[in-house]
């Protein structure tokens, strides 16, 4: 057997048509095509609001506090005159962006660990998941509250503590595929061959298992944003003046009575921007789904 008769992973192989054959199934399934369309009105909400397009978040006029949802402010204002729309839009940035860079750590890291733990075995296993165990043993919003709170305050810390949070689930998706694909007859094939581990690892490993990773990342998006929302509300999210929902629904509990937009506002975008990468990666999994390819 030559290498280049050595059978690769579907995704490294695949041609353009079969990814956009991917994005037809996710858009044809109603899950994919409604998680779609939540995720990318609350996205360009965020990029919107990114860019400025849709004013100072943290501009107060106290001319127009208090003021219900209109025609000049869509999601009314608070009680400093801000518009609820442009802090909801920069606050959802604020949190994709965290949501984001943590998911990222967390995926890299924990792929790695899980695919070493399940190639190799042995005592490069053992410490995986003695590390991931240890981790799994805390609720996951009280640990990353704990790591969240120990270090100083910023964007950057709370995504790193988010992903210590997360890395332990990375490590379970992958590391159960790779104890299956090291006795496949490819990978047996490439170390017959001589091959590298790094290259088995890169070439013939990783892209069978880039579906589960993809998919699990979406999920892990929606959980992301869930809990460093949860750290906001707790009071050790984004420090300010920069916007955060979780913030945004602290502060808007006293005024819920009077003012019931302000915590409506924040709420709803927490609650489109979850479900929408839930059920994104619902539509993701199917379509990803090798049974399905055929469709």
Do not use: C
Not at 29 to 45: D, K, N
């Amino acid at each position: 057997m030559t290498a280049e008769a050595l059978p690769t992973a579907p995704a490294s192989a695949a041609p353009r048509a079969t990814r956009s054959g991917t994005v037809r199934r996710l858009l044809r399934s109603r899950s994919g095509l409604a998680g779609t369309v939540l995720t990318g009105v609350v996205v360009l909400l965020a990029v919107l609001a990114g860019l400025g397009v849709l004013g100072d978040p943290v501009a107060q006029d106290p001319a127009v506090r208090m003021q219900g949802p209109s025609g000049e402010h869509w999601f009314g204002t608070d009680q400093f005159g801000r518009d609820v729309l442009t802090r909801s839009a920069a606050g959802a940035a604020n949190s994709l962006l965290i949501a984001v860079v943590a998911v990222a750590i967390a995926g890299l890291v924990g792929t790695a660990a899980g695919v070493l733990a399940g190639y190799h075995g042995g005592w490069t296993a053992r410490a995986v998941l003695g590390m991931t165990n240890v981790l799994f043993a805390f609720p996951p919003l009280l640990l990353a509250l704990a790591l969240a709170s120990a270090v100083s305050r910023s964007w950057l810390t709370i995504a790193v503590a988010i992903a210590i949070v997360y890395v332990p689930i990375f490590v379970r998706v992958t590391r159960g595929p790779v104890l299956s694909l090291r006795e496949a007859e490819f990978v047996r094939a490439g170390t017959v061959l001589g091959f590298s581990t790094g290259r088995i690892l890169l070439r013939h490993v990783l892209p069978n298992i880039t579906a589960i990773v993809i998919v699990q990342v979406t999920l892990s998006l929606s959980w992301a944003v869930l809990t460093e929302a949860s750290l906001s509300f707790l009071g050790l999210g984004t420090p300010p003046p920069a916007p955060s929902l979780g913030s945004m629904v602290l502060e808007a509990r006293a005024l819920v009575n009077i003012a019931w937009w302000t915590m409506a506002a924040p709420g709803a975008v927490i609650v489109v921007l979850v479900v929408g990468l839930n059920l994104l990666g619902d539509g993701l999994r199917d379509a990803l789904d090798p049974k399905d390819r055929g469709a």
